[in-house]
């Protein structure tokens, strides 16, 4: 798997945050190594409204004025890995644009004549699937 | 762990950015179920793909969505996420996609890879395919159990080997769906994956939905859960690009570390979703109940819907959940995935609060 800058920056930030941390608890499956130990003693309490100020840790401010909800590239559990070219912004947008053009290829020519305009319905075929690829003794 | 008050901060923060999005919503991911047919039947699939009868919208169809799509919503800063079923079982994958990608639009997709020979990758370069994630959901003798297709492992192996050899895909991923079953193949998982040139490996829990829901056995138990969980943080700490889905939110402990953003719920938000016969909708996920149905391409223009419509998305529906009613993790949880939502009583199947928080 390729290791990639993203990938250890995450690896230095959460080691430099375990450091310090004692022992290991056993879990399921044992014989793996854990970084992190029994949970630490911290307050855990959520119970602040959000419209609160954290006046009391200007720290934890400054940190949290540099993080924008709206950069976050949720990857969704069903889809595929977002492409991080596609953020690219609107002329609206207060996102940073990227203005590298993506470079596409088409594929195969369109067929002008091809009649698959009309509404197609499938049906369950008895018979083997219709694939695209590979030939059918692939799924004998 | 990072900073437990800093996460505090921008929990509170991506509360008040969904709640932004209410008002005003951005569309960044389009999911495309081009068919419900599937060569594979897995267990856990959550949409009951199979040999079923699907009604699909046509190429012209599909054509007209996306003409509008552009011409409204642009395409930059979104991007279409193609899936089924197994999406390569349309013949007219390439034509749709093809014109996408003429468009202007990013995309992606999700496949069991079981079709993807070297002429494919090809095709699916050509075609602009930019980033995919296909699905392993063990060693050999599980994989082929679990999707009921023998020789399964063996083919989506050789697809994944197929896309790395054509080269120049943004990114192509391996998804694990774990499972009670299937969890002590990790490490083994993880040593084959390790000497492939894939660029993540992401690896969630089954989730109860659709197909699964006849197969309690294989669901995860909260030790099992746990031990996930860390599995991932700990590959993360050695710098692997080993990742969680975005599903539920994991407590003040585990947030942004088993993935690099913190849990929001993008449906109807930022994610929509077009099914095989039309329906708009908002996460493909989420069960399919008629009043979770916004419109239909055949009949509505999708922006429309997207601006106008998904009002049951877009609001504090956590608070009208009696279990959550009076959690203090309720402001970041939000009653957690939208799809493991109990619609009946609006309260969250998954809740990790115990187990992980």
């Known amino acids: 798997m390729k290791k990639t800058k993203k990938t250890m920056l995450t690896a230095a930030v959460l080691a430099a945050a375990a450091a310090g941390l004692a022992g290991c608890t056993n879990l399921p499956g044992g014989e793996q190594e854990n970084v992190y130990g029994p949970p630490p003693e911290y307050d855990s309490s959520v119970t602040e409204s959000i419209d609160e100020k ?27 890995p977002p492409d991080d070219d ?3 912004a609107d002329e609206d947008s207060s996102y940073a ?38 030939p059918p003794e692939m799924f004998e | 762990m990072l900073d437990v008050e800093i996460k505090k901060a921008h929990l509170r923060k991506m509360a008040e950015y969904r709640r932004q999005l209410t008002e005003k919503p951005e569309l960044r991911n389009l999911f495309l179920e081009l068919t419900m047919r599937c060569n594979e039947r897995c267990l856990h699939c959550g949409s009951s793909c199979g040999d079923v009868t699907s009604e699909e919208i046509s190429v012209s169809q599909y054509k007209k969505l ?16 193609i899936t089924g079923g197994e999406p390569l079982l349309r013949k ?4 749709i996609m093809g014109y996408a990608n003429e468009l202007g639009f990013s995309w992606g997709m999700t496949s069991n890879g079981t079709l993807i020979d070297r002429e494919c990758a090809r095709r699916l370069k050509q075609a602009g395919m930019r980033t995919i994630s296909v699905s392993i959901d063990g060693l050999e003798e599980t994989h082929d159990a679990f999707r009921q297709t023998p020789g399964g492992f063996k083919k989506a192996m050789a697809g994944i080997n197929n896309l790395l050899e054509e080269g120049g895909f943004k990114h192509v991923q391996v998804t694990t769906v774990v499972t009670h079953q299937n969890i002590g193949e990790l490490d083994a998982l993880f040593e084959i994956f390790d000497k492939m040139d894939i660029d993540s490996w992401r690896v969630i829990g089954m989730e109860p939905m659709g197909r699964a829901l006849r197969h309690p056995e294989l669901l995860l138990t909260d030790e099992d859960q746990k031990y996930l969980i860390e599995y991932i943080r700990n590959k993360r700490v050695e710098g692997e690009p080993v990742c969680y889905g975005c599903s539920h939110y994991l407590g003040l402990e585990y947030e942004h570390e088993v993935r690099d953003w913190y849990f929001l719920c993008t449906a109807g938000l930022q994610t929509a ?3 095989a016969n039309g329906d708009i909708i908002a996460c493909l996920d989420i069960e399919r109940r008629p009043e979770f149905v916004q419109g239909n391409i055949l009949k509505d223009r999708f922006s429309d819907v997207w601006f106008n419509k998904f009002e049951v998305f877009r609001r504090e529906h956590w608070n009208e959940s009696g279990k959550c ?16 939502l109990d619609h009946n009583t609006g309260d969250p199947m998954v809740c990790f609060k115990n187990v992980l928080f």
């Open chain 2, 66 to 81: 996306l003409d509008e799509v552009k011409a409204d919503m642009g395409t930059q800063r979104k991007m279409l996420c």
């Open chain 1, 86 to 88: 596609s953020s690219i």
């Open chain 2, 325 to 340: 009613k009076d959690c203090e993790h309720k402001d970041f949880c939000r009653a957690d995935s939208y799809h493991s």
């Open chain 1, 97 to 134: 644009p990227d203005t590298e053009p993506i470079q596409v290829e088409y594929g195969p020519e369109y067929d002008e004549d091809d009649s698959s305009d009309a509404d197609i319905d499938f049906k369950a075929s008895e018979e083997i699937q219709q694939l695209v690829y590979g």
């Open chain 2, 92 to 95: 007219e994958f390439f034509e």
């Open chain 2, 273 to 275: 979703s077009i099914t």
């Open chain 1, 54 to 80: 954290n006046s009391s840790d200007k720290s934890a401010d400054d940190v949290s004025s540099k993080y924008d909800p709206a950069d976050d590239n949720v990857q969704d559990v069903y889809g595929p």
